[in-house]
């Protein structure tokens, strides 16, 4: 007898490729051997009613003897994929499937490369640095029937979905009818108050008498059983843009205005409506919602701070119109694009909304941009302390061209003559009076110099260290080194020339 030229392997392969390519020609799809052969078995062209949809995708076929001793506890079937095809197919463009047949039984079980790696990355992190193989999980239900298959066209076409819609309209026509029973008549109501007033619904049951999709729709997702179904309608909403201006009267106080601030709908009903500037970077979200009974409209407005960070005079805007509306008054609401306006009354509320203390920062940061010319953005964190200490003296200095300090630290370094004078006073008891001339200054303020001019600092304090320090550090020191000196209990002013005499 001859050697064998041909392996049992090798037969069951080519057997399991026939049976698979005939039972997906019943089904209906086109399917051939790629060229060159790189790994992949087949390119298979979905067709619906004998029509090509033009999308295609591949199939890697296993064949196995013992398709039924493989499935496991959870409903899976598992099998060993190398680690490097997994990493290959992931890069393709059009869905990969994973099919094992069983050439016995003349069925298989499927399941698309990017599931399987969803299932690997949650469940198995490090799969990616084993050698060779790694086990993968692949669905029990998924096999390869006619509902199987129709359930893997389905599936394909949530992958390609932008590929399959692009330039397509979708449509929905819907008939509901709500049965006089308790589920019934509480889908109704809920289906009304959708209407009214845009609010997410879900319809399920007997409620859907026919549900039909847009043609190019239905090829991909459609027949199902309408038992089954259920559809979640969510918020009607509206992508274009509101512009939306706000005046506050309140009941003590000045009126306050928010101009040309941009909406957009995002709850609309026959009845009600909710507008909101969330998708906008602007310091204060706001929430407007008007209900309409009859001929009469209410509404409502709430705000919250999300940060504080833009131009000074922005956000006082922003933190008066917040304390108007503390206070409780009118508030008048004008819709530019369909030139219409309503008002309506608010109660005050008993909330300190607003830092008086950021307020106040922030008043005395306008006065500051104004004179100085100096532009200003407050960062979306807030006001650090530095910050708040450098707002309050480029105020003083702003307002009044002197800066007065008492009871703080001081640090200088002194070396020679000015050192020896001042161990002198020190050992005296007496403070230490000087007077600094400098042209130029400046105060350091969100990380930014701005500039003050000619500045003369007179202070009086006392130095920190004992005489013995002071007198060891000294003769341990070199002729040209200084010594550091920390003042404490200082008093003293900044005179400020240019801002004295209005020149700045």
Same mark, same amino acid.
């Given at each position: 007898?001859?050697?064998? %030229?041909?392996?049992?392997?090798?037969?069951?392969?080519?057997?399991?490729?026939?049976?698979?390519?005939? %039972?997906?020609?019943?089904?209906?799809?086109?399917?051939?051997? *790629?060229?060159?052969?790189?790994?992949?078995? #087949?390119?298979?062209?979905?067709?619906?009613?004998?029509?090509?949809?033009?999308?295609?995708?591949?199939?890697?076929?296993?064949?196995?003897?013992?398709?039924?001793?493989?499935? +496991?506890?959870?409903?899976?079937?598992?099998?060993?994929?190398?680690?490097?095809?997994?990493?290959?197919?992931?890069?393709?463009?059009? *869905?990969?499937?994973?099919?094992?047949?069983?050439?016995?039984?003349?069925?298989?079980?499927?399941?698309?490369?990017?599931?399987?790696?969803?299932?690997?990355?949650?469940?198995?992190?490090?799969?990616?640095?084993?050698?060779?193989?790694?086990?993968?999980?692949?669905?029990?239900?998924?096999?390869?029937?006619? =509902?199987?298959?129709?359930?893997?066209?389905?599936? $394909?076409?949530?992958?390609?979905?932008?590929?399959?819609?692009?330039?397509? /309209?979708?449509? $929905?026509?819907?008939?509901?009818?709500?049965?006089? +029973? *308790?589920?019934?008549?509480?889908?109704?109501?809920?289906? /009304?108050?959708?209407?009214?007033?845009?609010?997410?619904?879900?319809?399920?049951?007997?409620?859907?008498?026919?549900?039909?999709?847009?043609?190019?729709?239905? +090829?991909?997702?459609?027949?199902?059983?309408?038992?089954?179904?259920?559809?979640?309608?969510? =918020?009607?909403?509206?992508?274009? *843009?509101?512009?939306?201006? #706000?005046?506050?009267?309140?009941?003590?106080?000045?009126?306050?205005?928010?101009?040309?601030?941009?909406?957009?709908?995002?709850?609309?009903?026959?009845?009600?409506?909710?507008?909101?500037?969330?998708?906008?970077?602007?310091?204060?979200?706001?929430?407007?919602?008007? %209900? %309409?009974?009859?001929?009469?409209?209410?509404?409502?407005?709430?705000?919250?701070?999300?940060?504080?960070?833009?131009?000074?005079? =922005?956000?006082?805007?922003?933190?008066?119109?917040?304390?108007?509306?503390?206070?409780?008054?009118?508030?008048?609401?004008? #819709?530019?694009?369909?030139?219409?306006?309503?008002? +309506?009354?608010?109660?005050?509320?008993?909330?300190?909304?607003?830092?008086?203390?950021?307020?106040?920062?922030?008043?005395?940061?306008?006065? $500051?941009?104004?004179?100085?010319?100096?532009?200003?953005?407050?960062?979306?964190?807030?006001?650090?302390?530095?910050?708040?200490?450098?707002?309050?003296?480029?105020?003083?200095?702003?307002?009044?061209?002197?800066?007065?300090?008492?009871?703080? $630290?001081?640090?200088?370094?002194?070396?020679?003559?000015?050192?020896?004078?001042?161990? /002198?006073?020190?050992?005296?008891?007496?403070?230490?009076?000087?007077?600094?001339?400098?042209?130029?200054?400046?105060? =350091?303020?969100?990380?930014?110099?701005?500039?003050?001019?000619?500045?003369?600092?007179?202070?009086?304090?006392?130095?920190?260290?004992?005489?013995?320090?002071?007198?060891?550090?000294?003769?341990?020191?070199?002729?040209?080194?200084?010594?550091?000196?920390?003042?404490?209990?200082?008093?003293?002013?900044?005179?400020?020339?240019?801002?004295?005499?209005?020149?700045?």
């Amino acid at each position: 007898m001859g050697n064998r %030229r041909s392996s049992i392997q090798l037969e069951q392969e080519q057997k399991s490729r026939h049976q698979l390519a005939e %039972r997906l020609i019943d089904f209906g799809w086109h399917c051939t051997s *790629p060229s060159p052969d790189l790994g992949e078995d #087949f390119i298979v062209d979905i067709y619906h009613d004998g029509q090509n949809t033009g999308v295609n995708f591949y199939i890697q076929e296993k064949s196995v003897t013992n398709l039924a001793s493989r499935k +496991t506890k959870d409903d899976y079937l598992v099998y060993p994929l190398k680690v490097k095809d997994l990493k290959h197919w992931k890069s393709f463009s059009l *869905p990969v499937a994973l099919v094992i047949w069983d050439v016995i039984l003349r069925e298989g079980r499927w399941c698309l490369v990017k599931d399987m790696i969803s299932y690997l990355d949650q469940n198995n992190p490090k799969w990616r640095k084993n050698k060779s193989d790694v086990q993968v999980y692949v669905p029990w239900k998924n096999n390869t029937s006619d =509902e199987g298959l129709r359930r893997l066209k389905v599936e $394909i076409g949530k992958q390609v979905y932008p590929l399959i819609s692009f330039g397509k /309209d979708l449509s $929905i026509n819907m008939k509901l009818a709500f049965p006089k +029973t *308790p589920d019934g008549m509480n889908l109704q109501k809920a289906f /009304d108050l959708h209407i009214k007033e845009g609010e997410p619904v879900t319809i399920k049951g007997d409620v859907i008498q026919e549900l039909k999709f847009s043609d190019w729709w239905e +090829t991909w997702f459609g027949g199902f059983d309408l038992k089954n179904a259920e559809i979640h309608i969510g =918020e009607i909403s509206h992508d274009r *843009p509101v512009p939306i201006s #706000f005046k506050i009267i309140p009941t003590k106080g000045k009126t306050v205005s928010l101009l040309n601030l941009e909406f957009k709908p995002i709850r609309v009903g026959t009845e009600f409506i909710k507008f909101s500037n969330e998708h906008t970077s602007c310091p204060l979200l706001l929430t407007l919602s008007m %209900r %309409r009974e009859g001929d009469v409209s209410q509404g409502s407005l709430t705000f919250l701070f999300r940060h504080v960070g833009g131009e000074p005079h =922005e956000i006082m805007g922003f933190l008066n119109f917040a304390k108007a509306m503390v206070l409780g008054g009118k508030l008048r609401v004008e #819709f530019h694009d369909i030139n219409q306006s309503t008002s +309506t009354d608010f109660p005050s509320a008993n909330l300190e909304v607003i830092d008086p203390i950021f307020s106040d920062l922030v008043q005395k940061l306008c006065v $500051i941009q104004d004179k100085t010319g100096h532009f200003v953005r407050i960062p979306n964190e807030g006001i650090s302390r530095k910050d708040a200490n450098a707002i309050l003296e480029l105020f003083e200095i702003v307002e009044h061209g002197e800066v007065h300090y008492t009871d703080s $630290i001081m640090s200088l370094g002194l070396k020679g003559d000015g050192l020896k004078m001042l161990l /002198d006073l020190h050992k005296q008891g007496k403070p230490i009076h000087l007077v600094l001339d400098t042209p130029d200054s400046y105060v =350091e303020l969100f990380g930014e110099k701005i500039k003050t001019g000619p500045m003369k600092r007179d202070t009086t304090g006392f130095v920190e260290m004992r005489v013995q320090e002071i007198e060891a550090a000294i003769n341990v020191l070199l002729p040209e080194e200084a010594l550091d000196i920390k003042l404490v209990k200082v008093n003293g002013t900044e005179t400020l020339s240019d801002w004295q005499s209005g020149k700045l």
